[in-house]
């Protein structure tokens, strides 16, 4: 038999998730420069990829494997400077490629597969290789798990159960607002596509706002 679920406190809890999920912070900007290299199926597609990432970190969470982020600074270490790595990685890569962005129809290109998977797989990576996103999983969803019976989300449930449904629904919000910064953000193609001497400029604007990303969470304090 299925849980009952405590509307109020879903309520709370999709309207603080919501308000945390629509603040522009390094997953919009991550997901506007996959927009603008890979097309706005390649945002789209990169939004999935963190909505994914945050999936992993709820059930890390769940497991109690953000616990031993928290706990040691070796383990959160290789954790954040492997993120730090990958975002630089993709930066200079960006910038260094010899190839101009191809601004006329990315959508159509050769294998349209093969770059929704790589821009797919790049939100993954880069959401999962930040132990801060872990940090942040494990101490606000403890905060809407019951303790006993009808005290949570769903009464009956146990507290893993819970915390990975509320998990779902912040990967959920996540993928709907980045999906569509993903999709709208298209105007920024469409625009350019008149102006391909901006071509260059772009590539190395998208690829130094990855550099930036990286350097930032290399500078973040624990």
């Known amino acids: 038999m299925?849980?009952?679920?405590?509307?109020?406190?879903?309520?709370?809890?999709?309207?603080?998730?919501?308000?945390?999920?629509?603040?522009?912070?390094?997953?919009?900007?991550?997901?506007?420069?996959?927009?603008?290299?890979?097309?706005?199926?390649?945002?789209?597609?990169a939004a999935l990829g963190v909505s994914t990432g945050i999936f992993v970190h709820t059930t890390a969470a769940t497991l109690g494997l953000a616990a031993l982020l928290r706990a040691s600074a070796l383990a959160y270490a290789a954790v954040k400077y492997a993120g730090v790595a990958y975002l630089l990685y993709l930066g200079a890569k960006t910038i260094l490629r010899d190839d101009r962005l191809d601004l006329s129809n990315v959508d159509s290109s050769a294998s349209p597969s093969a770059s929704l998977q790589a821009s797919y797989l790049r939100g993954v990576t880069v959401n999962v290789l930040n132990p801060k996103v872990a940090l942040f999983f494990l101490a606000f969803l403890p905060q809407f798990v019951g303790s006993g019976a009808g005290s949570g989300i769903g009464s009956?449930?146990?507290?893993?159960?819970?915390?990975?449904?509320?998990?779902?629904?912040?990967?959920?919000?996540?993928?709907?607002?980045?999906?569509?910064?993903?999709?709208?953000?298209?105007?920024?193609?469409?625009?350019?596509?008149?102006?391909?001497?901006?071509?260059?400029?772009?590539?190395?604007?998208?690829?130094?706002?990855?550099?930036?990303l990286g350097a930032a969470l290399a500078l973040e304090s624990p």
């Open 156 to 212: 009956g449930a146990t507290p893993a159960v819970e915390m990975l449904a509320l998990g779902v629904t912040y990967a959920a919000l996540t993928a709907l607002y980045l999906g569509s910064v993903g999709l709208l953000s298209g105007g920024v193609r469409s625009a350019l596509r008149s102006r391909p001497r901006f071509a260059d400029g772009l590539r190395w604007v998208s690829g130094s706002v990855l550099v930036g």
């Open 2 to 45: 299925a849980p009952s679920v405590d509307v109020q406190s879903y309520f709370v809890f999709v309207s603080a998730a919501a308000a945390l999920v629509l603040t522009p912070g390094p997953d919009t900007v991550f997901v506007l420069t996959q927009e603008v290299s890979a097309g706005k199926r390649g945002g789209v597609a």
